[in-house]
C-alpha cells in the first residue's frame, strides 16, 4: 500500500475545517473524503477538486486544468480541477471552493443512494436483498448507517446459516470493494469479531 505523502498530509491539513478527512489509495492516487464522500483527489503530488457550481465560476476568470486520467493507455478527462499555486496561496478562497466540492459531491451521492438498491451494491445479490429486507435493512442508506457486524446480527436473527462470507460481503458492499478485494487488516478484524461470536 502507498504511504501517505506531503501532499496528502498537506491537503489533510489545509482542508480540515470541513470535517474529518480520510484518504484513500485509489487509482494510482489518493481520494479525500468526508464520510465516505470523495469531494478531492491527489495525482502526481497535485490536488484536484470535484467540479462544482463555485468551481465552475472561479474558473471563467481562472482557467484550470482538468485532471486527465489514463485508462488502457487512452486519456480520460475527469471532473476534478487543479489546485494550482495561486489558488494554494489564498488559503480563504481554497476552503469556499472545496467546501463547493464537498456539498456537489453530497448531492450526488444523495440522489445515487435513493436510486439504488442493495442489489445494485457490491457482492449482494436480490436474495440477500429479500433478506435484509425481512431483517429490516430496506435502505443502502440504512445498511451504511448500521455498518456490517450490526447487520450480520440483524441477518442472523432471521437466517442462522449466514456465515463469515456474508459478513465480508456486507463490508465490502459498504465500502465499495468487492469482499475479496477487502484489506487484509479488515478481513482478519471481521474473523476475529464472527469467531467471538459463535463462541458465544
Known amino acids: 500500500m502507498k504511504r501517505k505523502?506531503?501532499?496528502?498530509?498537506?491537503?489533510?491539513?489545509a482542508l480540515s475545517v470541513l470535517g474529518d478527512i480520510e484518504s484513500r489509495t485509489?487509482?494510482?492516487?489518493?481520494?479525500?473524503?468526508?464520510?465516505?464522500?470523495?469531494?478531492?483527489?491527489?495525482?502526481?503530488?497535485?490536488?484536484?477538486l470535484r467540479a462544482s457550481e463555485a468551481l465552475r465560476l472561479?474558473?471563467?476568470q481562472r482557467p484550470l486544468e482538468p485532471l486527465v486520467y489514463r485508462k488502457r493507455g487512452i486519456p480520460v478527462t475527469l471532473s476534478y480541477f487543479k489546485v494550482d499555486q495561486q489558488l494554494w496561496q489564498d488559503r480563504r478562497q481554497l476552503i469556499r471552493l472545496s467546501a463547493s466540492s464537498l456539498q456537489a459531491a453530497q448531492a450526488d451521492a444523495a440522489v445515487k443512494n435513493i436510486s439504488l438498491r442493495l442489489k445494485d451494491l457490491p457482492n449482494l445479490s436480490l436474495r440477500m436483498e429479500l433478506?435484509?429486507?425481512?431483517?429490516?435493512i430496506s435502505s443502502v442508506e440504512s445498511l451504511?448507517?448500521?455498518g456490517s457486524r450490526q447487520s450480520w446480527?440483524?441477518?442472523?436473527s432471521v437466517n442462522k446459516h449466514v456465515g463469515l462470507k456474508t459478513l465480508l460481503a456486507l463490508e465490502?458492499?459498504?465500502?465499495?470493494?468487492?469482499?475479496?478485494?477487502l484489506p487484509a487488516d479488515v478481513k482478519e478484524a471481521l474473523s476475529s469479531?464472527?469467531?467471538?461470536?459463535l463462541r458465544r
Open 58 to 60: 472561479y474558473a471563467v
Open 193 to 197: 469479531w464472527y469467531q467471538e461470536r
Open 5 to 13: 505523502n506531503e501532499v496528502v498530509e498537506q491537503s489533510i491539513d
Open 153 to 156: 446480527l440483524k441477518l442472523r
Open 144 to 146: 451504511q448507517e448500521m
Open 131 to 136: 433478506m435484509l429486507h425481512k431483517a429490516g
Open 172 to 181: 465490502g458492499a459498504i465500502s465499495g470493494h468487492h469482499q475479496a478485494a
Open 26 to 48: 485509489q487509482f494510482g492516487g489518493y481520494a479525500l473524503a468526508i464520510e465516505r464522500v470523495v469531494f478531492a483527489y491527489i495525482d502526481n503530488d497535485t490536488l484536484y
